[in-house]
């Protein structure tokens, strides 16, 4: 039995590219299994696609992913059609169960784009052990972005510190009866554990889960204090020749002990970055826009450039971080917090040298990938 | 436009402004091999005019490296706001990056070791006639090796 999986474009214009649904209503709805099913187009093709368990313990997060094969026209409607598969196609789904030994770090890659994402807190010898949850090499071609002018030398070692992408702090807010501050959890001298990494047609994904960390509150009606055992999940995913890395963020809270269903916790993620592009970066963003922003280099002859989109809202950005222990290199620091949600989908975007300058790129993803991705339904 | 010749001005930003002069000095051996190997490529190409642009395009990023790793924060400030007052109506940071191959040139030409110089001396050349093509920073008036 063939069905009909309709996406619709809600824009003024034709779009194309990946499509993400969750995976387990069309299950559900089809009887299709995850390891047999294929994508066709009207004509019959196959099309790309995969099937990512995003965490193997929670299957409602498993997602379907393809590459539309032609763009959807204006404010309207293209099908695709699913149906169960008989054998593997070369371009079928590909999803790799996560290794049994987390490892130092992960390594993602667009084509074009590749992230190493650091997992331990150091990576070296040294006593440096600031580092987990940070990318800390992401590489256009063959330039390091965080450090451009560096890697344009070729003879220089890169800055050691460089980093982005770092979740380094989580506020947890508490009830409003408490009367403690929210609670601050630092992440980044904790090492992170590798849960998936996927591989497919469409796209490269991980997803990695902090060190356990307690969030305590006061039961009003048990009257006494309760304990969770928390873990922060990030999913990084690159697309197939993205210039920009998308990331999905969420909280999960269990009660000590093990007993109970896991809860989702509300929370605000502060991001930090330390990535050179040059003294004096102009930094792109409107007051009244909390939704993305970009820092670029639009002057001279190298013009690299980072934005960030979310649909978390992202507070005051800070440049250079306040209280950067070394003076001298603080102008390559920056910050950001997002943000109290439950779940936040973020963007980051490396631009070197593109016919569009970032800050437009930034705005322009923001309202694809993030306020107005297509949008894929089982008809 | 300046007054001075063109090198003088190139002097100014790198010593007296980027203060870059010891990071050139120090990393001379991987400067001049980076742009030889770029000098080599253009020469590769054929001796037109199109060659010298090509040469100065593949350097420009490299030397724009220079300019930012090599300098200070409130060097640079210092440097753009120089820039700026000479040149109301160009890109600061280019100009530098600019000055900056010039006197790298020009040093290259004038202390480089005398197995380097016929290297240096169709860089020089090569700078030369895409200035001169240009027209930018009213031709190049310096002193010769």
């Known amino acids: 039995m063939r069905f009909e999986i309709d996406v619709s474009n809600p824009s003024d214009y034709p779009r194309g590219g990946p499509v993400t649904v969750p995976w387990q209503p069309i299950e559900q709805a089809t009887g299709i299994g995850a390891s047999a099913f294929q994508l066709l187009d009207r004509n019959g093709c196959g099309v790309s696609a995969q099937i990512d ?16 094969p032609s763009k959807a026209p204006p404010e309207a409607s293209a099908t695709v059609f699913l149906e169960a ?11 790799f169960p996560a290794p049994a030994d987390s490892p130092a770090r992960v390594e993602l890659s667009s084509g074009a784009l590749t992230v190493s994402l650091s997992l331990a807190p150091c990576q070296d010898a040294t006593d440096h052990d600031w580092f987990a949850g940070s990318a800390q090499s992401v590489r256009l071609g063959a330039v390091e972005m965080l450090d451009v002018h560096c890697s344009n030398l070729g ?12 979740i380094d702090r989580l506020l947890l807010s508490r009830p409003a009866w408490e009367e403690l501050p929210d609670q601050e959890v630092y992440l980044h001298r904790s090492p992170y554990q590798l849960v998936s990494f996927c591989s497919g047609p469409v796209r490269e994904a991980c997803t990695i889960m902090s060190s356990p960390f307690e969030y305590v509150y006061w039961d009003p009606f048990e009257r006494q204090s309760r304990n969770l055992v928390c873990s922060f999940y990030r999913t990084l995913i690159l697309h197939r020749g993205s210039d920009s890395v998308i990331e999905e963020l969420w909280l999960k809270g269990a009660a000590a002990g093990g007993s109970g269903n896991p809860i989702s916790l509300s929370f605000s993620a502060r991001y930090f970055a330390n990535m050179f592009l040059g003294h004096e970066p102009v930094v ?27 649909d978390a809202h992202a507070g005051h950005f800070r440049h250079p971080h306040p209280g950067y222990p070394d003076a001298e290199k603080a102008e ?7 943000r109290p949600c439950k779940r936040a989908r973020c963007l980051h975007l490396f631009r070197l040298n593109g016919a569009v300058p970032v800050e437009r790129r930034a705005g322009h993803l923001w309202y694809e990938e993030i306020y107005k991705p297509l949008r894929a339904k089982v008809r | 436009m300046p007054e001075q010749p063109v090198f003088e001005f190139a002097r100014l930003a790198v ?29 590769a190409r054929d001796a037109g005019p199109e060659a010298n642009v090509v040469f100065v395009a593949e350097c420009l990023p490299f030397v724009a490296g220079i300019v930012h790793v090599g300098s200070q924060l409130n060097d640079f400030r210092e440097a753009r706001d120089w820039a700026l007052k000479k040149l109301p109506y160009a890109d600061a940071v280019s100009v ?41 920073l009213g031709g190049r008036a310096s002193s010769s090796a």
């Open chain 1, 155 to 166: 003879f220089i070692k890169h800055d050691p510190e460089k980093r982005c992408m770092q």
């Open chain 2, 96 to 136: 530098l990056s600019a000055l900056t191959f010039l006197y790298i040139v020009e040093k290259g030409l004038r202390f480089g070791n005398p197995a380097e110089l016929p290297v240096w001396q169709s860089m020089s050349h090569r700078l030369d006639s895409f200035l001169a093509a240009s027209g930018a």
């Open chain 2, 15 to 43: 010593e007296e402004y980027l203060k870059a002069q010891d990071f050139i000095k120090q990393h001379h051996s991987e400067i001049f091999k980076r742009l030889a190997d770029a000098e080599e490529r253009a020469r």
């Open chain 1, 332 to 338: 390559r620091t920056f910050s950001w917090e997002l």
């Open chain 1, 85 to 95: 598969g008989s054998g593997a196609r070369p371009e079928a789904s590909c999803c």
């Open chain 1, 53 to 68: 368990r995003i965490d193997p313990t929670d299957p409602s997060l498993d997602t379907l992913v393809f590459s539309l």
């Open chain 1, 284 to 310: 792109y963003r409107f007051e009244t826009v909390p939704d993305w922003f970009a820092a670029g280099y639009p002057a001279g002859d190298v013009h690299p450039g980072y934005g960030f989109a979310t």
